[in-house]
């Protein structure tokens, strides 16, 4: 009978914050140096740098939900403030409330998906806490080239 071991590696704690921060910065979430997406919104099926399996993230439309909820919020706000106080005209609300809200979505979604992908692996959901897919036991392409 085996004696008692240490727990395996791929049960520690991932640190949500910063995989949430590493993410939200465009990059992976294990190592913080490969970039997580290939093009706006498109998340890399593994990290080029570490090897990490990313394709069992399923941001959804969770990252959508979460950037309107906020900028919504902040416009509808900035917007009742600046009507009380300056009263500008109906065309410069809406063209600066309209093209600001446009412009802030699309700045926030790529680091709100990225961080939604951050909290995914850190939280081990959707496969992400598959022991292969632990960073420590993840098979890096050198190493898989290494082999043939
Ligand atoms: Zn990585």
Request: glycine letters at 10%; hydrophobic letters at 40%; proline letters at 7%.
């Amino acid at each position: 009978m085996p004696a008692t071991t240490a727990p395996p590696t791929h049960a520690a704690n991932r640190p949500v914050g910063q995989a949430m921060r590493r993410g939200a910065a465009g990059r992976c979430p294990a190592c913080g140096e490969g970039r997580l997406f290939t093009g706006y919104l498109r998340v890399k099926d593994h990290c080029p740098s570490c090897g990490t399996d990313l394709h069992h993230h399923r941001a959804d439309d969770g990252p959508a939900y979460v950037t309107i909820l906020i900028v919504s919020h902040l416009a509808a706000s900035l917007m009742l403030t600046i009507y009380t106080l300056y009263r500008p005209s109906t065309l410069v609300m809406l063209g600066v409330f309209v093209g600001g809200s446009l412009l802030l979505s699309l700045l926030m979604l790529p680091r709100v998906k990225g961080a939604w992908v951050g909290f995914q692996w850190a939280k081990r959901m959707h496969g992400f806490g598959q022991a292969a897919e632990d960073p420590a036991h993840a098979v890096s392409p050198q190493s898989a080239e290494s082999r043939r």
